[in-house]
């Protein structure tokens, strides 16, 4: 009886099942988009068809097809298949698992594919529980993630699997899935009279952001609460299109790859003085939810780092628009955001104040000098010890300035900072020239020095 009741729900789940599951693939051949990995004699497709699979670990966005392609080497390989979602297990269902393959390879000399969705939310013991039977070939691993391998999965696992990176959908590919959708008589919409208005579809498709789940899920809503007109037609206009799919989804998580990959491209465009793309990458951001005052600090940082002295007003405009963003909050805070992201990304550029870490370098590997005596506090015991004997007080002299030795006998001829010609730097570079008289081959030693901490510096 039991069968029976677990039949009638397995197919009323088939038919009520979302679109976007009743279209998933079944086959390579009606797997859609993922060409540079499932096109003709590439590795992977080779490897399902031959059914020869080692471990992988799929790793894209959303709807790009990862479960998808597990199900489909479910249903062409001849190894048992066995599904773990990481949300919803633990160590004791991973035992289960590994146990029942064990004893299925030891009775029926059959392999087991594991398949693990979100691999990435097993910790680390959860991770390292399988990690053993992927070795010894107890089973293969197929692990599904949206976060990158590398820093979410242990390196122990990473090294065993072969990585394959899915691609977020282009606009071909979305059209073809939604063509399938809207043509199938078994799984899609293939019985009804649909009758897409001009932009409705492409609404749709530019709207869903690459990703197939988004398309379908809209897709549906859109033609199921459409009602027939009098002649059978469900008529999907611009507007219903647009209602189905108010908002485009925007890859972005504050704890993954989008989240440092979109900053990394917003700093990259500051520093390259384009506006226009620092623009974009910061709408991105705000769009998809970021904290403004996160993008406020790496602002900040970036005029020190960036733009230093070349404008010393940058981190003067920077510090203010944070200050004004507080007080004034959102939305009207995105002009703020605007003009700051503006200033910094049209401003000269330098990165001058990085010498700092030039002189660090220096402290950290070369021995520590003794300060001049005529530098030390005299304060204390001029009498005694004479210190500060024969300081020369600059604002006594004319210009307020006197030549004189500022740093230990063993590092003369040493200069850490080189004003970079830009902006206000070209005026500071005048005044070094004709105080301290620096000549080519002191700039050529400073430069030796910061190439050496260059490697220690992020973007």
Request: hydrophobic share 40%; net charge negative.
């Given at each position: 009886?039991?069968?029976?009741?677990?039949?009638?729900?397995?197919?009323?789940?088939?038919?009520?099942?979302?679109?976007?599951?009743?279209?998933?693939?079944?086959?390579?051949?009606?797997?859609?988009?993922?060409?540079?990995?499932?096109?003709?004699?590439?590795?992977?497709?080779?490897?399902?068809?031959?059914?020869?699979?080692?471990?992988?670990?799929?790793?894209?966005?959303?709807?790009?097809?990862?479960?998808?392609?597990?199900?489909?080497?479910?249903?062409?390989?001849?190894?048992?298949?066995?599904?773990?979602?990481?949300?919803?297990?633990?160590?004791?269902?991973?035992?289960?698992?590994?146990?029942?393959?064990?004893?299925?390879?030891?009775?029926?000399?059959?392999?087991?594919?594991?398949?693990?969705?979100?691999?990435?939310?097993?910790?680390?013991?959860?991770?390292?529980?399988?990690?053993?039977?992927?070795?010894?070939?107890?089973?293969?691993?197929?692990?599904?993630?949206?976060?990158?391998?590398?820093?979410?999965?242990?390196?122990?696992?990473?090294?065993?699997?072969?990585?394959?990176?899915?691609?977020?959908?282009?606009?071909?590919?979305?059209?073809?899935?939604?063509?399938?959708?809207?043509?199938?008589?078994?799984?899609?919409?293939?019985?009804?009279?649909?009758?897409?208005?001009?932009?409705?579809?492409?609404?749709?498709?530019?709207?869903?952001?690459?990703?197939?789940?988004?398309?379908?899920?809209?897709?549906?809503?859109?033609?199921?609460?459409?009602?027939?007109?009098?002649?059978?037609?469900?008529?999907?206009?611009?507007?219903?299109?647009?209602?189905?799919?108010?908002?485009?989804?925007?890859?972005?998580?504050?704890?993954?790859?989008?989240?440092?990959?979109?900053?990394?491209?917003?700093?990259?465009?500051?520093?390259?003085?384009?506006?226009?793309?620092?623009?974009?990458?910061?709408?991105?951001?705000?769009?998809?939810?970021?904290?403004?005052?996160?993008?406020?600090?790496?602002?900040?940082?970036?005029?020190?780092?960036?733009?230093?002295?070349?404008?010393?007003?940058?981190?003067?405009?920077?510090?203010?628009?944070?200050?004004?963003?507080?007080?004034?909050?959102?939305?009207?805070?995105?002009?703020?955001?605007?003009?700051?992201?503006?200033?910094?990304?049209?401003?000269?550029?330098?990165?001058?104040t990085s010498t700092f870490f030039d002189a660090l370098r220096y402290v950290e590997n070369e021995q520590s000098e003794v300060v001049p005596n005529h530098l030390k506090d005299a304060s204390r015991d001029a009498k005694g010890l004479g210190h500060g004997k024969d300081y020369q007080y600059p604002h006594a002299y004319r210009a307020h300035y006197v030549p004189q030795q500022y740093l230990p006998e063993n590092m003369q001829g040493i200069y850490f900072y080189e004003p970079s010609g830009q902006g206000f730097e070209k005026q500071i570079a005048e005044r070094l020239k004709y105080f301290q008289n620096r000549d080519e081959k002191d700039s050529i030693k400073k430069r030796v020095l910061r190439y050496a901490a260059e490697d220690d510096r992020d973007d």
């Amino acid at each position: 009886m039991s069968d029976l009741f677990d039949a009638n729900a397995a197919r009323y789940r088939s038919e009520r099942a979302p679109l976007a599951d009743r279209m998933r693939p079944r086959t390579l051949d009606e797997f859609v988009g993922q060409e540079h990995i499932l096109g003709p004699a590439r590795l992977l497709r080779r490897a399902i068809e031959a059914d020869q699979l080692s471990s992988i670990l799929l790793f894209g966005p959303p709807g790009t097809g990862k479960t998808t392609l597990a199900r489909i080497i479910a249903n062409t390989t001849k190894a048992n298949f066995v599904t773990l979602n990481a949300v919803l297990s633990g160590v004791k269902d991973i035992r289960a698992a590994i146990s029942e393959a064990t004893e299925r390879l030891r009775h029926h000399t059959q392999r087991t594919i594991l398949f693990v969705d979100e691999v990435h939310r097993f910790n680390k013991a959860q991770q390292d529980a399988l990690l053993p039977h992927v070795e010894n070939g107890t089973v293969t691993l197929i692990g599904a993630t949206t976060e990158n391998p590398y820093f979410e999965v242990i390196k122990a696992l990473v090294s065993r699997s072969r990585v394959f990176e899915l691609q977020s959908l282009d606009q071909a590919a979305l059209a073809r899935i939604a063509e399938q959708a809207l043509g199938n008589e078994e799984r899609g919409y293939g019985k009804l009279e649909i009758e897409m208005e001009d932009g409705a579809l492409d609404h749709l498709i530019h709207t869903s952001n690459g990703d197939a789940r988004s398309l379908l899920n809209a897709l549906e809503l859109a033609v199921e609460t459409t009602l027939e007109d009098s002649s059978g037609v469900r008529h999907i206009t611009l507007e219903v299109a647009e209602e189905s799919i108010q908002r485009r989804a925007v890859l972005y998580d504050r704890e993954g790859d989008a989240h440092y990959d979109t900053i990394s491209a917003f700093i990259k465009s500051l520093r390259g003085s384009d506006p226009d793309a620092a623009l974009y990458w910061m709408a991105r951001m705000v769009y998809a939810g970021e904290d403004p005052r996160f993008i406020f600090r790496r602002m900040l940082i970036f005029a020190a780092e960036d733009i230093g002295l070349a404008d010393p007003q940058a981190l003067q405009m920077a510090v203010s628009a944070s200050y004004a963003f507080d007080y004034v909050g959102m939305p009207e805070g995105r002009f703020i955001l605007s003009e700051c992201c503006l200033y910094l990304a049209t401003a000269p550029k330098s990165n001058s104040t990085s010498t700092f870490f030039d002189a660090l370098r220096y402290v950290e590997n070369e021995q520590s000098e003794v300060v001049p005596n005529h530098l030390k506090d005299a304060s204390r015991d001029a009498k005694g010890l004479g210190h500060g004997k024969d300081y020369q007080y600059p604002h006594a002299y004319r210009a307020h300035y006197v030549p004189q030795q500022y740093l230990p006998e063993n590092m003369q001829g040493i200069y850490f900072y080189e004003p970079s010609g830009q902006g206000f730097e070209k005026q500071i570079a005048e005044r070094l020239k004709y105080f301290q008289n620096r000549d080519e081959k002191d700039s050529i030693k400073k430069r030796v020095l910061r190439y050496a901490a260059e490697d220690d510096r992020d973007d």
